[in-house]
């Protein structure tokens, strides 16, 4: 296996696992969380989202977690911003880089912004152009680029006219996101054969939901096919609130154990990542749901 | 990717699956476990061991469970034996094959069976040789192919010494077996590479434990590499029983998605392998512990 020597972990947990919870995480947990996953030698970590409240009631306390949290140097501290409205609070609150997201699916998009394709990309394209303006780097989040759960099967043509679209924009990094978690290894193959030759690897992440368990099965098919960057979130955050064990993201912890046992240099150290795993599990109070730390767990009790 | 067109997943639950369980689980619960498994498809099914009673008291009903069952035509029920003694009861209750069984790290093998490897293999080349004789299909299972809870990593050269031994012996196929659940698809890969010259890819076996959320990825490396027959347990059984969530095996039916998906032949039908794993989670009082299984159970309740 040809694999990259480094790999970056874009935390996502703040943001993408909270947004998921249905228990509401107060603002001084989150931060005492954030600061705990800033110690964890991650350099990227999406704190929140200023998507309006009435959408993302978890989150309605997004310029509070940036003002509460201690930023450290070298640290990426990002926020999600669906409009100018967002990006405006998000630049009041000084993040380093901010995201925008729409789907590659007609009917993923429409159920998730409330607009076709065609009528999210000039809003995108205001958010990218004066937050460039103001200086900050952008990252754009494509969901549904396996399937949808309305359409099913996206076309990887269509992924890539999408991705086109935001590339132009500006955007500097585009992270695909296989949000419902149906993916198997040969699907991402076929679809980073169609983006490779027209995107540098080094400019996609890939965003694995672990709902069916392939999702390290898919980072390690995306590791040999070139992409460096992966969006996780610690204990597997981000599944769906009505069922016991039902796994979101990827979970960082089990994907550093698979990154680690592959010699794949992260910076991040696995300690730092259970640590900040125990904090959040004292603050949902039930145990989070990654591998990494059953073992934790089951070893603690020995 | 280039993958086989068909694979044979081999269901190691009755066996490898209710040895690790805490519970005693009633021999006709296991028939009737035993007798759903038939009905899904599956061509191969490990029913029991009949190792001495003290040693695993959970399958101390050997002779009973295959003689309570209801075979079906083209199905193989196989049954592990240490040695004569549990050869002969073995072929006493008729089973279709017999597995043998043992490490390729001597510290392993060493607790595990009491004896060195020098020392093993001729106990299991009298077996081989009884089986044979009896004209019994004989199965060899090799553990901590990758790496041993005592020696740490296994060199992919002492596999291939210990697994020439037991092809010299006579056996039609050999399991490898990732015992602790630590591999990642690199050491897979490495391992393959050693054994795969020597062996013919249809004479290998894949057993690996999900420990560490790793099994499908190296399932997915070992496609790649030619393997076409692999184990798995129901509802991912055979985990530690101290562990909440700690995986055992790999899940047949998470295996079973990902080969389907990636439009792989296997004859097993997941909605035979979910009833099954309905029955056995009424038998055992708790959920299984597999991605699909959770589907279900969230689906049920929508």
Known sequence: MKLPKKVTIKEVGPRDGLQNEPQQVGTENKAAWINRLSESGLSYIEVT??????????????????????RKPGI??????????????????????????????????????????????????????????????VRGYLSTVIACPY???????????????????????????????????TEVERL??????????????????????TALANISKSLEMGITTFDSALGGLGGCPYAKGASGNAATEDLL????????????????????????????????NSRQMDIYRRVEKE
């Open 76 to 137: 990426t501290y990002a926020a999600l911003v669906p409009n100018r409205q967002g990006l405006k609070r998000a630049l009041e609150s000084n993040v380093d880089e901010v995201s925008v997201f729409m789907s590659a699916s007609e009917a993923h998009n429409k159920n998730n912004i409330n607009k076709t394709i065609a009528e999210t990309l000039p809003v995108l394209q205001e958010v990218v152009s004066e937050a460039k303006a103001a200086g900050k780097t």
């Open 257 to 288: 154990y698979m990154l680690d046992a592959m010699g794949i240099e992260t910076g991040v150290r696995m300690e730092g990542l259970i640590e900040a795993g125990e904090l959040m599990e004292s603050i949902l109070g039930k145990p989070l």
């Open 49 to 70: 989202s200023f998507v309006h409240p009435k959408w993302i009631p978890q989150l309605a306390d997004a310029a509070d977690v940036l003002s509460s949290i201690k």
């Open 151 to 185: 359409e099913g099967a996206v076309p990887p043509e269509q992924v890539k006219k999408v991705a086109a679209q935001l590339f132009n924009m500006g955007i500097d990094e585009l992270s695909l996101g296989e949000t419902i978690g149906v993916a198997v290894p």
């Open 192 to 213: 980073l054969e169609v983006l490779l030759p027209e995107f540098a690897a080094d400019r996609l992440a890939m965003h694995f939901h672990d709902t069916r368990g």
